[in-house]
């Protein structure tokens, strides 16, 4: 129960629709959770196969048009490259036996990416590289800046 003098600010926070920052489309707040998590056209998550952040709304793009689905790898087992986005399809259509199991070689190394079914599409996450070179980029900038000061303190 909310007293009636409180009702304003108990619907506002609790029950007025927001606004998306990124998408600028208007949700209830009962839903936003879901929204800013899986259904925001313009949120950041991360390509499956490059861990490049992108807003989802151009991810397929990103995946199948563009450069990221057409990137190949050797495979072992036929000697030929094939497309990230072909991976599954060539498995089961170019190394299965007669009877419908899958070939095996023990020179064969399919890194685990490639071969399970394409993921949902998930939230960003950071990624390693990009923390370590902000940290560098912040030691390079300290850095400039205790030389500036060193030098400007030395003219005095």
Known sequence: MVPRKLMDEHYDENHAPMNCALCKETIDRESWDLHKSEKCPQRMVACEYCEFEL???????????????????????????????????????????????????????????????????????PAHGSQHKRLLFTIAVTGIAVMVGSILFQRD
């Open 55 to 125: 807003p989802a709304i151009d991810l397929n793009e990103h995946q199948i048009q563009d450069v990221c689905g057409n990137r190949t790898e050797h495979c072992q087992t036929c000697r030929k490259y094939i497309r990230l986005r072909e991976w599954i399809g060539h498995e089961m259509q170019c190394h299965t036996n007669s009877n419908g199991s899958a070939e095996t070689s023990s020179a064969r190394t399919i890194p685990e990416r490639e071969v399970r079914p394409p993921a949902p599409v998930r939230p960003a996450r």
